[in-house]
């Protein structure tokens, strides 16, 4: 009999309900009966897996003590500059909204340290994992499970009179829309739009927690019909069926955003979405090994092929049908699941196997 291991999760929220959690770490715990718990100061684990919520200034020091550290790495802080004024106010806020316990003026040094001591690190892209890798020998590349949160797939690719685009994600990144919301004017002025955009309502503007404020106040002007629905798993997947094509548009002059992973994009892919990107590495990537067309590099192209993904029928149905194959192929949940196994067990640590619910 495999002995139990004790197991401390540092979350994102105390509830496991960020997404951060429960299409992460805690999804793979609850499909593989491992036990775990809220990590509590002072206790004993053989394991401690941190998300980007942990207090970094004080792990990164952590004793080797015996106790395993994971750090789930989602975003590509290391692929941002140092020595911004951004960079250096980041440590700083994350410090006035008590995530850190210690005020830090170089918050990307502090990512490096933690990798440094971290017996794993888990990313979200082979890009992510080659600027980790001369930090940690051991690390895994992990995107985030949505089998849950499907509950239907589009089957009606007709467009009526109107063209219903739709957005899902989180309220402070709808500053990526600046970069096509004139081409979706351009585009509604000949064929009229509707965008539908599932978030928050309410967001932090302190490291997305603090500072509460209204999402709307962040999509104006974007289109005459947008339309903003608070994000429920119960809800997401009729929105975004209901609609006709979905995009992805991001900043890719921002270091960060353009070095997200394609999270986003199979998620949309699950729903059997049509789905059209900004031209990223991760998406570009993607496309290529869908053989599907659906990255724009500049407005020109957005313009372009939403246009073309508008007038036809057929391409929205191909492009939703690719999407399907490729997850498939490469992003069953079991497969994700094996990915948090192969993680453990080169910690010399092997999970429960007595579940392997879906």
Wanted: hydrophobic share 40%; aromatic share 8%.
């Amino acid at each position: 009999m495999t002995p139990r291991i004790r197991v401390g999760y540092v979350p994102y929220s105390a509830d496991l309900s960020a997404p951060g959690d429960r299409r992460r770490f805690a999804y793979y715990a609850r499909h593989r009966d491992l036990d775990f718990e809220v990590h509590r100061p002072g206790q004993r684990y053989d394991l401690v897996v941190l998300s980007a919520r942990a207090d970094l200034s004080t792990w990164r020091r952590a004793p080797r003590d015996g106790t395993k550290i994971v750090f789930d790495l989602i975003d590509s802080y290391l692929a941002t500059p140092r020595d911004t004024t951004h960079a250096r106010l980041r440590g700083l806020a994350k410090f006035a909204a008590r995530e850190l316990r210690r005020p830090v003026l170089d918050y990307h040094g502090v990512i490096e340290d933690m990798c440094q001591r971290a017996d794993a690190v888990v990313c979200s892209t082979p890009e992510q994992r080659a600027g980790i890798s001369s930090l940690n020998p051991n690390v895994h590349v992990i995107l985030d499970i949505h089998a849950e949160e499907v509950t239907s797939v589009k089957s009606d690719f007709a467009i009526g009179p109107i063209v219903h685009l739709v957005w899902e994600g989180l309220p402070y990144t709808l500053d990526d829309f600046d970069a096509v919301a004139p081409t979706l004017q351009s585009i509604d002025a000949d064929q009229p739009l509707a965008l539908h955009l599932v978030t928050d309502l309410h967001y932090g503007r302190l490291v997305g927690r603090h500072l509460r404020a209204e999402t709307a106040k962040l999509i104006r002007g974007i289109l005459p019909r947008t339309y903003l629905y608070q994000w429920s798993e119960h809800l997401l997947g009729p929105i975004v069926t209901a609609c006709d094509i979905a995009i992805v548009p991001l900043d890719v002059k921002d270091p960060l955003a353009r070095a997200k992973p394609e999270n986003k994009l199979l998620l949309l892919w699950r729903f059997g979405m049509p789905v059209l990107t900004s031209a990223t590495p991760a998406y570009d990537r993607v496309a290529g090994e869908a053989s599907v067309e659906l990255t724009c590099k500049d407005p020109a192209e957005w313009d372009r092929k939403l246009r073309a993904m508008i007038a036809d029928q057929g391409l929205r149905e191909h492009s939703a049908h690719a999407g399907r194959r490729y997850l498939a192929d490469h992003h069953d949940p079991a497969q994700s699941l094996a990915r948090w196994d192969a993680l453990l067990e080169s910690l010399s640590m092997v999970a429960p196997r007595s579940s392997n619910r879906r």
